[in-house]
């Protein structure tokens, strides 16, 4: 009987050499896409198809477990070792990744103290949910950053783009203002480093962003730290701009490229995008699974679709796809989306600021111009006037997608309604999307986490600063308060905060449905919920459980 080997890190150089000598062309492909790209490589091009044998033998219940495993040797020496041993008599897989590989570890449960507040018990969470990485292994897929930041918790070990804005709020509101520097500092480094913000930092995701929420930062640090912070991101805010519109004086109207769309009358907007089109290293099998289901759609083509809506932060959502209730029909590339759009004509304000901030009086105006023809063109585009809201523009059939979705309050949250079109975009979110336990995300309920029954803390921050800024308070203080009662009604239940929430139903609380269980945690609902407490329950008031938080008399919708 012939047994699995486990072979030394110089035996492993040995057989890759032997390997690659003899014209081995799996571990040529892995050299040759490593040699593609001097940012470090995802483990699925380093380990090519090992990393598709293992996630296709359903090892672990999370796929991510195997993408965030850290390889003991060369990754190209195991890939070797494994195309010799893997047609060998009884060999094992799992021994074999046990042996070559460190798993991550689930962190020990947080267990907090007794009698904690909603309050006590967030800011209790900060240090819990703090990481430093300085420095990481080799062929760990871990990004390292220079200074601690804070995870959003559970699966996610690691920090996330957009997350990070909304846990900042929180921070702020704790009066961690050193951890908030730190995290634009980490950002920076990231822009400076490649070009952009990564989805997390992670290799697997370098290949795309997530919502420009970057410009937000810098304008949270300058609330405490002054105008002097624009002038100093002001470099690594043109990389972030840079990042989102490249190719846009090259793509010819009525074309996409990367990040950038031109309608045919040559207006720019920007779509969410990813640079490869293969299964997401964190949800290989799903993706792969996803793919096989749409056999009238080129594999790649669904796969660069499921990667532009994780860009999106938006994974997964109807809003998406031309089927609402099949992942399969996604298509987040042909879609401009309001959101994002209105994400950047902040960006293109604040790069206006900091500019003339800069003395750069011809950038500063030039900025300036950029974020007026986008306002233009959100106004134009993205504005169902026959149904009164904002929705995502489908560039490719040239007409604007009829669904409404709670991304319709990011122009109202940017500032870049007209008080008309505002009025009327409030009056069907209270028709539609007011829920007893908050903003519900979209109409449709699909199973998918970004549609109905779910409710998510950024979104109810958005929709309340949205209102806000139009003059419609009772609006936003029904939104905050029902899902703050929300928040604090689980906490009082499980002692906890999660990741997402059933805003409508019979049985509000932890939210469900899409890849993965729900998670606790959770950075950017800790954030939020800072900011909740504090609007509607002031530090010197004593809101211990849900009965203490004031309820507003019902509006039609909260019935």
């Known amino acids: ?29 892995a050299e ?20 598709d044998a293992v996630q296709q033998a359903k090892f672990y219940p999370d796929q991510k477990t195997f993408a965030d495993a850290v390889p003991k040797y060369n990754p190209s020496s195991i890939l070797a070792d494994w195309q010799m041993q893997k047609s060998q008599r009884n060999f094992d897989l799992k021994h074999f990744v046990d042996a070559n590989f460190t798993l991550p570890k689930e962190q020990d449960k947080y267990v907090p103290p007794a009698g904690q507040s909603l ?23 871990l990004l390292p ?58 290799s697997y995701y370098l290949s795309r962003s997530q919502p420009p929420f970057f410009s937000l930062m810098v304008d949270l640090l300058a609330t405490h730290k002054g105008d002097e912070v624009y002038r100093q991101y002001l470099p690594q805010l043109q990389k972030e701009y840079d990042y989102w519109m490249a190719d846009s004086d090259k793509v010819a109207a009525g074309q996409a490229s990367k990040r950038v769309v031109k309608l045919s009358d040559g207006t720019v907007l920007n779509r ?57 029909s996604i298509r987040t590339t042909q879609l401009a989306p309001v959101d994002l759009n209105s994400l950047m004509f902040h960006l293109e304000q604040v790069l206006s600021k900091a500019s003339k901030l800069a003395n750069q009086d011809e950038q500063a105006k030039q900025f300036a111009n950029d974020a007026e023809k986008r306002q233009a063109a959100i106004n134009r585009y ?46 069907a979110v209270e028709k539609q999307l007011l829920k007893p336990g908050g903003l519900v995300t979209t109409t449709v309920n699909n199973g998918q986490q970004w549609d109905a029954p779910n409710g998510w803390a950024p979104l109810q921050w958005v929709a309340v600063e949205g ?66 407490l504090d609007k509607y329950c002031p530090k010197d008031k004593t809101c211990n459980n849900a009965s203490d938080i004031p309820n507003l008399p019902a509006l039609s919708a909260g019935k």
Do not use: C
């Open 382 to 427: 993205l504005w169902n006037e026959k149904q009164g809201w904002y929705a995502d523009y489908d560039w490719q059939k040239k007409q604007i997608h009829p669904q409404l979705t709670a991304a319709t309050l990011f122009p109202l949250y940017m500032q870049v309604a007209s008080e008309k079109q505002a009025d009327r975009t409030a009056a």
């Open 119 to 141: 309050r006590e018990h967030i800011n209790g969470l900060w240090p819990v949910l703090t990481r430093s990485t300085p420095s990481a292994s080799q062929y760990d897929s």
């Open 1 to 29: 009987m012939i047994k699995n080997v486990v072979f030394t890190p110089s035996r492993l150089t040995f057989l890759l050499s032997a390997a690659l000598l003899a014209g081995s062309p799996i571990v040529q492909a």
């Open 467 to 532: 209102l806000e800024h139009y003059k419609q308070p009772k609006l936003a203080q029904e939104i905050g308060q029902r899902f703050l009662q929300n928040v604090q009604t689980t906490y009082d239940k499980e002692h906890k905060l999660v990741e997402k929430y059933v805003v409508e139903g019979a049985q509000l609380g932890g939210g469900g449905g899409g890849e993965y269980p729900l998670q606790d945690g959770f950075g950017w609902t800790n954030g939020v919920t800072l900011k909740l």
């Open 272 to 328: 969410y995008w990813d640079d490869r089109d293969a299964p997401r290293t964190e949800s290989w099998l799903d993706d792969v699974t996803t793919a096989n289901k749409a056999p009238d759609r080129n594999k790649q083509q669904v796969y660069r679709d499921l990667r532009a809506g994780a860009a999106s932060g938006w994974d997964f959502s109807s809003r998406w796809f031309t089927d609402a209730h099949n992942l399969a």
């Open 32 to 51: 040759d896409s490593r040699m593609l790209s001097s940012q470090p490589q995802p483990p699925d091009i380093r380990l090519g198809p090992l990393f």
């Open 145 to 202: 950053l220079p200074k601690p930041y804070v995870v959003p918790g559970g699966r996610f070990r690691e920090v996330y783009y957009w997350d990070s804005y909304f846990t900042m709020l929180g921070l702020a509101e704790s009066g961690h203002w050193d951890r908030v520097q730190d995290m634009v500092d980490n950002f920076a480094t990231e822009l400076d480093k490649y070009g952009h913000i990564p989805n997390g930092n992670r």
